[in-house]
C-alpha cells in the first residue's frame, strides 16, 4: 500500500462579471489602497508645498506663471498658497486626515482661510481646534 499523498496548492474567489464568483489560482492580491478618498484640503496643501518647491528650485519664476500652467486664476492659486501660511502642526493634522468614505469632507478649503491669514500660530491652533471640534459633532 502507498501512504496518502496531500497536495497543498493556493487559490481564491475572484469576481467576474455580475458578482459571480470563480476560482483562481495563487494568493489573493492584497488591495491598492485603504477604502476611501483623501480629503481635497489634504491634496491641496500637498499641491502647495510642491509649488513652493517648484518656485524655490527656479522651474517657474512666480505664482503668476503657476497659475498661468495649472489653468486657474491668480486668485485661487494664492487661496491654496495660503495654506502654507499655517502652523506646521495644523498642516500635519491636515495632511494625516482621515480619508472620507462617503459624502463631503469634514474640513473645507473656505473654512481654513481665515486661519490660515491670522499670524499668531497659537492663536491659528485654539481656532482649528474650535473647528475640528465643530466640525466632528
Known amino acids: 500500500m502507498s501512504e496518502p499523498l496531500t497536495v497543498e496548492y493556493s487559490v481564491h474567489f475572484g469576481i467576474k462579471t455580475k458578482g459571480r464568483k470563480v ?7 492584497s488591495l491598492p489602497c485603504e477604502p ?3 480629503p481635497r484640503v489634504a491634496r491641496l496643501l500637498a499641491l502647495a508645498h510642491r509649488f513652493e518647491g517648484l518656485i524655490k528650485d527656479g522651474v517657474v519664476e512666480d505664482y503668476a506663471d ?6 486657474v486664476s491668480r486668485a485661487r492659486l ?3 498658497m495660503n495654506l502654507l501660511l499655517l502652523a506646521p502642526a495644523i498642516q500635519e493634522e491636515l495632511l494625516f486626515l482621515p480619508r472620507t468614505l462617503r459624502g463631503r469632507d469634514a474640513v473645507k478649503l473656505a473654512d481654513l482661510q481665515p486661519i490660515a491669514l491670522t499670524m499668531d500660530w497659537r492663536r491659528q491652533k485654539r481656532l482649528w ?3 475640528r471640534d465643530i466640525r466632528q459633532r
Open 36 to 38: 476611501g478618498r483623501v
Open 78 to 80: 494664492s487661496q491654496i
Open 129 to 131: 481646534e474650535q473647528l
Open 66 to 71: 503657476l497659475a498661468r500652467l495649472g489653468k
Open 23 to 29: 476560482l483562481q489560482d495563487g494568493e489573493q492580491p
